[in-house]
Antibody, heavy 123, light 108 residues
Framework: EVQLVESGGGLVQPGGSLRLSCAASGFTFSTYWITWARQAPGKGLEWVANIKQDGSEKNYVDSVKGRFTISRDNAKNSLYLQMNSLRAEDTAVYYC????????????????WGQGTLVTVSS | EIVLTQSPGTLSLSPGERATLSCRPS???????LAWYQQKPGQAPRLLIYGASSRATGIPDRFSGSGSGTDFTLTISRLEPEDFAVYYC?????????FGGGTKVEIK
């Protein structure tokens, strides 16, 4: 059974940092693109970042470029999101999602999602 | 960036009725690279449809997707109690990947 379990969320002050983790099981982690997506309270879904199977390619939504860093450790079947210079508008539930590639990084849909971890940026 | 406009915002229907949800991209989506997801309160999204019309593993055949270019539709042929939820479309033919704003299907 495919499982994705996020952790690391919490309350952080504006300008602060947080590192999210996603532990994967039930599939060969190293053969999939993996994505972080988020959902602000009461709002819709937003793609945040994704990373290629071997970590050689990473892509970010413009609003987080230069502040967030996605990484993975295939030996540990784990995905990470280092979030720096956090802003109030980063408040959201963050999901990791297994991604099915059709034609490269811009052609990904998401077939399994974790339950999410809540990040709240507030003073 | 491709903006996906979903309509209606809310659909009020009774169990057993047919639901028709629309997703209209601001630009043509390449090669029917469009997916649909279902999300229930407090839960993660679940993939329903990919490639505009292919059902994901384990999805009942009352769910169907159709369309191309700038006009896509998700149809639920007969609503079951567990189908009342929010539905999102997502395009994956162009960067950045984008989602629609969602359609809530509620019990009338």
């Amino acid at each position: 059974e495919v499982q994705l379990v996020e952790s690391g969320g919490g309350l952080v002050q504006p300008g602060g940092s947080l590192r999210l983790s996603c532990a994967a099981s039930g599939f060969t982690f190293s053969t999939y693109w993996i994505t972080w997506a988020r959902q602000a309270p009461g709002k819709g879904l937003e793609w945040v970042a994704n990373i290629k199977q071997d970590g050689s390619e990473k892509n970010y939504v413009d609003s987080v470029k230069g502040r967030f860093t996605i990484s993975r450790d295939n030996a540990k079947n784990s995905l990470y999101l280092q979030m720096n210079s956090l802003r109030a508008e980063d408040t959201a539930v963050y999901y990791c999602a297994r991604s099915v590639e059709v034609c490269g990084h811009r052609c990904l849909y998401f077939d399994y999602w974790g339950q999410g971890t809540l990040v709240t940026v507030s003073s | 960036e491709i903006v996906l406009t979903q309509s209606p915002g809310t659909l009020s229907l009774s169990p057993g009725e047919r639901a028709t949800l629309s997703c209209r991209p601001s630009q043509s989506v390449s090669s029917t690279y469009l997916a649909w997801y279902q999300q229930k309160p407090g839960q993660a999204p679940r993939l329903l449809i990919y490639g505009a019309s292919s059902r994901a593993t384990g999805i009942p055949d009352r769910f169907s997707g159709s369309g191309s270019g700038t006009d896509f539709t998700l149809t639920i042929s007969r609503l079951e109690p567990e189908d009342f939820a929010v539905y999102y479309c997502q395009q994956y033919g162009s960067s950045p990947l984008t989602f629609g704003g969602g359609t809530k299907v509620e019990i009338k």
